[in-house]
């Protein structure tokens, strides 16, 4: 793939357009603000590097990166119950599987191969389909390259952290898209530099705050 | 760090009567055991550190077997301080085994990572047919009188897997002092909870309606594949801790089917 061919498709691939389901989750967010602990986008520009240097660098970026390097069903399958085991809030798994899921409709709805095998691994039961190494396969499958492959999966979620601080009303859309170039240095750095030997993860505030939002009333978003 | 490496072996049985006695142990410096006693729940047991607390170098481990159909707590005395390490980090680390039918509580006290602190922490929890265990980890940053200062590095790992060896959960956290600061985080908790006594009707409403009464801000969630239940703590100071971790232990300790 050209390097315009390889821009356009990652282009198209975390386009808002793209039905991947993203707009459903806030990761957290949307409890924080209900208990006061995020109220203004200094808050969500906060929020989002942790997620993105606590959790997506450690954790998510390095079963992205395995899922992509392996074409293997059984290495598959073991990726993602180590990421089922890993992620400890109920509405962190569900809210990943509902992602994974939805990315793997939409690409199995275009033909990729490896979209249409991980469907079956989800449907046989020998996989939940977490986004991260959803991500990680679909997009190799597509003929990403790492580097773009791992770009845009930060980037989704920065973007998704975005969305969900617009829809609650504590940024604009431009305080957003400001929020949204301040963590692009954030991104630059983590893939600059080499993904942790093993994934780990700590972000104990958004994890509660999921675990929260399973007792919340008023819910706008799955997590 | 197993077999031999241990400072600290204990295996607990049962005896006809249904009592739970410690059958063996094997108890090495720093590790001091107080002698254990029969609570109304089962045999409780009191576990000292001789030493100052973890220093460079310092490699300990801890193996402990509940035996099929034992109850057993096990608890420290005091919190372990983690000292400056400019030259090493220290490892610890603690596998529990719990046997078909055994109800193992692990309730050891918060880890203090002074400035220069680098450590690295592991729990291994088996759990075989039918065993209940209950455990809690917690940290917290102390200057020791030095504002700015902060610990190195901690690297903390809690795996839980059933006797087949399936992986059932993995709380794997690296973190360091400066980042917990500018997060904000005083003091961490952890309380998890695996077997079926942690599927007790609405256990998770209870756990989470108590852990809120110390004020702590805290979220109760279950585990992966519903094989248990965690409970995640921020508090403001060790004491916020300590009643929240009590507040969770008494609302336990009250349920149906109780792990305690």
Same mark, same amino acid.
């Given at each position: 793939?050209?390097?315009?061919?390889?821009?356009?498709?990652?282009?198209?691939?975390?386009?808002?357009?793209?039905?991947?389901?993203?707009?459903?989750?806030?990761?957290?967010?949307?409890? !924080?603000?209900?208990?006061?602990?995020?109220?203004?986008?200094?808050?969500?520009?906060?929020?989002?590097?942790?997620?993105?240097?606590?959790?997506?660098?450690?954790?998510?970026?390095?079963?992205?990166?395995?899922?992509?390097?392996?074409?293997?069903?059984?290495?598959?399958?073991?990726?993602?119950?180590?990421?089922?085991?890993?992620?400890?809030?109920?509405?962190?798994?569900?809210?990943?599987?509902?992602?994974?899921?939805?990315? !793997?409709?939409?690409?199995?709805?275009?033909?990729?191969?490896?979209?249409?095998?991980?469907?079956? !691994?989800?449907?046989?039961?020998?996989?939940?389909?977490?986004?991260?190494?959803?991500?990680?396969?679909?997009?190799?499958?597509?003929?990403?390259?790492?580097?773009?492959?791992?770009?845009?999966?930060?980037? =989704?979620?920065?973007?998704?952290?975005?969305?969900?601080?617009?829809?609650?009303? !504590?940024?604009?859309?431009?305080?957003?898209?400001?929020?949204?170039?301040?963590?692009?240095?954030?991104?630059?750095?983590?893939?600059?530099?080499?993904?942790?030997?093993?994934?780990?993860?700590? =972000?104990?505030?958004?994890?509660?705050?999921?675990?929260?939002?399973?007792?919340?009333?008023?819910?706008?978003?799955?997590? | 760090?197993?077999?031999?490496?241990?400072?600290?072996?204990?295996?607990?049985?049962?005896?006809?009567?249904?009592?739970?006695?410690?059958?063996?142990?094997?108890?090495?410096? %720093?590790?001091?055991?107080?002698?254990?006693?029969?609570?109304?729940?089962?045999?409780?047991?009191?576990?000292?550190?001789?030493?100052?607390?973890?220093?460079?170098?310092?490699?300990?481990?801890?193996?402990?077997?509940?035996?099929?159909?034992?109850?057993?707590?096990?608890?420290?005395?005091?919190?372990?301080?983690?000292?400056?390490?400019?030259?090493?980090?220290?490892?610890?680390?603690?596998?529990?085994?719990?046997? %078909?039918?055994?109800?193992?509580?692990?309730?050891?006290?918060?880890?203090?990572?002074? %400035?220069?602190?680098?450590?690295?922490?592991?729990?291994?929890?088996?759990?075989?047919?039918?065993?209940?265990?209950?455990?809690?980890?917690?940290?917290? %940053?102390?200057?020791?009188?030095?504002?700015?200062?902060?610990?190195?590095?901690?690297?903390?790992?809690?795996?839980?897997?059933?006797?087949?060896?399936?992986?059932?959960?993995?709380?794997?956290?690296?973190?360091?002092?400066?980042?917990?600061?500018?997060?904000?985080?005083?003091?961490?908790?952890?309380?998890?909870?695996?077997?079926?006594?942690?599927?007790?009707?609405?256990?998770?409403?209870?756990?989470?309606?108590?852990?809120?009464?110390?004020?702590?801000?805290?979220?109760?969630?279950?585990?992966?594949?519903?094989?248990?239940?965690?409970?995640?703590?921020?508090?403001?100071?060790?004491?916020?801790?300590?009643?929240?971790?009590?507040?969770?232990?008494?609302?336990?300790?009250?349920?149906?089917?109780?792990?305690?």
């Amino acid at each position: 793939m050209t390097d315009i061919r390889a821009l356009l498709a990652a282009l198209r691939m975390g386009d808002s357009a793209f039905p991947s389901g993203g707009f459903a989750f806030s990761w957290g967010l949307e409890t !924080l603000v209900e208990d006061g602990k995020v109220n203004d986008g200094a808050g969500v520009l906060e929020f989002a590097r942790g997620q993105l240097r606590n959790r997506w660098a450690t954790a998510d970026r390095v079963m992205a990166r395995r899922a992509a390097e392996t074409r293997c069903d059984e290495e598959w399958s073991d990726l993602d119950r180590m990421l089922d085991a890993m992620t400890l809030a109920s509405e962190l798994r569900s809210g990943s599987c509902q992602a994974g899921r939805a990315l !793997l409709r939409a690409h199995a709805g275009l033909g990729n191969p490896a979209a249409l095998r991980w469907r079956r !691994l989800v449907a046989e039961g020998r996989a939940r389909g977490h986004l991260p190494v959803v991500q990680g396969a679909v997009w190799a499958g597509s003929g990403m390259t790492m580097a773009v492959l791992e770009t845009l999966s930060a980037w =989704t979620l920065a973007s998704g952290i975005a969305q969900a601080a617009i829809r609650l009303s !504590l940024t604009g859309p431009l305080e957003a898209q400001a929020i949204l170039a301040e963590v692009t240095d954030d991104i630059a750095g983590i893939l600059a530099a080499p993904p942790p030997d093993e994934p780990h993860a700590f =972000t104990p505030l958004a994890d509660i705050a999921v675990m929260r939002h399973e007792r919340g009333e008023v819910r706008l978003f799955a997590n | 760090m197993t077999g031999d490496d241990r400072q600290l072996a204990l295996d607990f049985a049962r005896a006809p009567s249904g009592r739970t006695f410690l059958k063996r142990q094997y108890v090495a410096f %720093p590790f001091h055991l107080t002698r254990p006693f029969d609570d109304g729940h089962g045999l409780f047991v009191i576990l000292q550190s001789l030493g100052a607390g973890l220093l460079q170098g310092d490699r300990f481990a801890a193996g402990i077997v509940a035996g099929e159909g034992t109850r057993v707590t096990i608890r420290t005395q005091g919190a372990t301080i983690a000292h400056a390490m400019p030259a090493d980090d220290a490892w610890q680390h603690v596998r529990l085994d719990a046997h %078909p039918g055994s109800r193992l509580v692990w309730q050891p006290r918060p880890l203090v990572l002074f %400035p220069g602190a680098r450590v690295r922490t592991s729990l291994e929890v088996v759990v075989h047919d039918g065993a209940d265990v209950m455990w809690c980890d917690a940290f917290l %940053p102390h200057d020791a009188g030095d504002p700015g200062k902060h610990f190195t590095s901690l690297q903390s790992e809690t795996v839980v897997r059933a006797d087949d060896g399936t992986l059932m959960a993995l709380d794997r956290a690296r973190t360091t002092g400066r980042d917990l600061a500018c997060a904000g985080v005083a003091v961490h908790g952890t309380i998890g909870l695996v077997g079926g006594g942690a599927a007790a009707p609405g256990l998770a409403d209870i756990l989470s309606e108590a852990v809120m009464l110390s004020g702590a801000y805290s979220g109760v969630s279950s585990l992966p594949g519903e094989c248990g239940l965690l409970v995640r703590i921020l508090a403001d100071d060790g004491a916020m801790l300590a009643r929240a971790v009590d507040d969770v232990m008494t609302a336990v300790a009250q349920c149906p089917r109780s792990v305690l």
